[in-house]
Nanobody, 121 residues
Framework: VQLQACGGGLVQPGGSLRLSCAAS????????MGWYRQAPGKQREFVAA???????NYADSVKGRFTISRDKAENTVYLQMNSLKPEDTAVYLC????????????????WGQGTQVTVSS
């Protein structure tokens, strides 16, 4: 299973970006898809996640500014980021939790490559 993330870039404070992450490969289903971020010198942290039923969870630091959504038919998760702040600068990574794949009795987790988001004037 491969997760392809894109949509990062350089934006001024207060601006917006929309990230997307598409899952491909042989799998039957993905339970939860989410976004994490990692800034230089800091630990990776949870940003947002959405279940197959559309239930979303957010880190307190992004509530009210970020919106996660999911297109199950396209196996794609999106992160709309508004009112961006310099402290949002990080590499954003997507993750697929509890993915059922052929040949595995237990569900597996997968990480995608990151996309850089830089918020600076």
């Amino acid at each position: 299973v491969q997760l392809q993330a894109c949509g990062g870039g350089l934006v001024q404070p207060g601006g917006s970006l929309r990230l997307s992450c598409a899952a491909s490969g042989p799998f039957f289903s993905i339970d939860v898809m989410g976004w994490y971020r990692q800034a230089p010198g800091k630990q990776r942290e949870f940003v947002a996640a959405i279940s197959g039923d559309g239930i979303a969870n957010y880190a307190d630091s992004v509530k009210g500014r970020f919106t996660i959504s999911r297109d199950k038919a396209e196996n794609t998760v999106y992160l709309q980021m508004n009112s961006l702040k310099p402290e949002d600068t990080a590499v954003y990574l997507c993750k697929a939790d509890n993915t059922r794949v052929p040949g595995s009795l237990k569900p597996l987790d997968y990480w995608g490559q990151g996309t850089q988001v830089t918020v600076s004037s």
